[in-house]
């Protein structure tokens, strides 16, 4: 799927169709990825490339928003197929990419081996010589349209947002929240913020989303899923909902069945928010389709508050 700015999303193929977005920009015959997805990705990503014409030389960039595996699981194996690409990647994160052994190792306790194999298949470490740090305010130039890195922590110490002036849009990997396709009303997308089980900060989350809307973007291109507008409404909802969240789990702190309260105080969030913006069956539909993600939440909360109280 193209729209007018030459910026193709491509749906990696992650779990579920349209759950995992990565995205091709080109300009003047030259593109660049923004994500990746798995290695089970790459065939999709260079038949996009392929169908704008394009041969694998001519991508300068994968630029990744974190290394989460679901963004970044399939660089390495992606860049063993772009002769002249580099990897722009946060620094926390860039050492992840050169040697995967601890995300590995990190990945496989959460899901397991067979699970892993399934999901990642082996990750492939990416020469130190083809990595390019992105600090803040680091630009990409390609073709002569820029690139703008921009650090945004909150939902993980290691995660920056691309911003594209030609389109103005953000590139926003996780930190402007999660917003399923199958949720869209006639008001418009409906998001969820996402927590990280390990660095969540929802002070950093409000304040890398508020410097987004600080840009007046026209769009925002969420890995979960696809091309949002109205940002100033759903930049608003997100920042409110997290201090909601951070409530209720302030509220459960000490409650001896924390996370399964939690869930529960999370869909009640969710359920009322997507009533209130006119999704039909809501309290059947939230859990059903965000069932993964708010458990992910509860997680990412109580990790916070655990670090919140020591």
């Given at each position: 799927?193209?729209?007018?700015?030459?910026?193709?999303?491509?749906?990696?193929?992650?779990?579920?169709?349209?759950?995992?977005?990565?995205?091709?920009?080109?300009?003047?015959?030259?593109?660049?990825?923004?994500?990746?997805?798995?290695?089970?990705?790459?065939?999709?990503?260079?038949?996009?490339?392929?169908?704008?014409?394009?041969?694998?030389?001519?991508?300068?960039?994968?630029?990744l928003?974190?290394?989460?595996?679901?963004?970044?699981?399939?660089?390495?194996?992606?860049?063993?197929?772009?002769?002249?690409?580099r990897?722009?990647?946060?620094?926390?994160?860039?050492?992840?990419?050169?040697?995967?052994?601890?995300?590995?190792?990190?990945?496989?306790?959460?899901?397991?081996?067979?699970?892993?194999?399934?999901?990642?298949?082996?990750?492939?470490?990416?020469?130190?010589?083809?990595?390019?740090?992105?600090?803040?305010?680091?630009?990409?130039?390609?073709?002569?349209?820029?690139?703008?890195?921009?650090?945004?922590?909150?939902?993980?110490?290691?995660?920056?947002?691309?911003?594209?002036?030609?389109?103005?849009?953000?590139?926003?990997?996780?930190?402007?929240?999660?917003?399923?396709?199958e949720?869209?009303?006639?008001?418009?997308?409906f998001?969820?913020?996402?927590?990280?089980?390990?660095?969540?900060?929802?002070?950093?989350?409000?304040?890398?989303?508020?410097?987004?809307?600080?840009?007046?973007?026209?769009?925002?291109?969420?890995?979960?899923?696809?091309?949002?507008?109205?940002?100033?409404?759903?930049?608003?909802?997100?920042?409110?909902?997290?201090?909601?969240?951070?409530?209720?789990?302030?509220?459960?702190?000490?409650?001896?069945?924390?996370h399964?309260?939690?869930?529960?105080?999370?869909?009640?969030?969710?359920?009322?928010?997507?009533?209130?913006?006119?999704?039909?069956?809501?309290?059947?539909?939230?859990?059903?389709?965000?069932?993964m993600?708010?458990?992910?939440?509860?997680?990412?909360?109580?990790?916070?508050?655990?670090?919140?109280?020591?």
């Amino acid at each position: 799927m193209s729209d007018p700015h030459d910026i193709v999303t491509i749906d990696t193929g992650y779990q579920r169709p349209r759950f995992c977005a990565a995205y091709l920009i080109v300009e003047r015959g030259r593109a660049a990825f923004v994500d990746c997805g798995t290695n089970h990705s790459v065939p999709r990503l260079l038949a996009a490339l392929e169908a704008q014409g394009l041969a694998p030389d001519a991508v300068d960039r994968v630029i990744l928003t974190h290394v989460h595996l679901d963004h970044a699981g399939g660089a390495g194996a992606l860049m063993r197929e772009l002769p002249n690409a580099r990897l722009v990647v946060h620094p926390r994160g860039a050492p992840h990419m050169i040697d995967p052994a601890r995300l590995v190792a990190s990945a496989k306790q959460v899901y397991g081996e067979e699970e892993f194999a399934a999901s990642y298949g082996e990750l492939v470490p990416v020469p130190e010589s083809r990595v390019e740090a992105a600090a803040d305010g680091h630009v990409v130039d390609l073709g002569g349209r820029p690139l703008l890195c921009a650090d945004t922590p909150g939902h993980a110490r290691h995660h920056l947002a691309v911003w594209d002036a030609r389109s103005r849009s953000w590139f926003a990997g996780d930190i402007f929240g999660l917003s399923y396709r199958e949720l869209d009303t006639a008001r418009g997308a409906f998001a969820i913020p996402t927590t990280s089980p390990v660095q969540f900060d929802p002070a950093q989350m409000r304040a890398s989303v508020r410097r987004m809307l600080g840009e007046a973007p026209e769009a925002v291109y969420v890995t979960h899923y696809g091309r949002v507008t109205d940002v100033q409404r759903l930049g608003a909802d997100l920042i409110a909902q997290v201090e909601a969240m951070v409530d209720a789990a302030r509220a459960l702190a000490d409650d001896p069945q924390r996370h399964r309260r939690l869930v529960e105080a999370l869909v009640r969030l969710y359920v009322e928010r997507a009533q209130r913006h006119g999704v039909a069956d809501a309290r059947r539909r939230v859990p059903e389709l965000l069932g993964m993600d708010i458990d992910l939440n509860a997680q990412g909360l109580e990790v916070w508050l655990d670090r919140a109280e020591a």
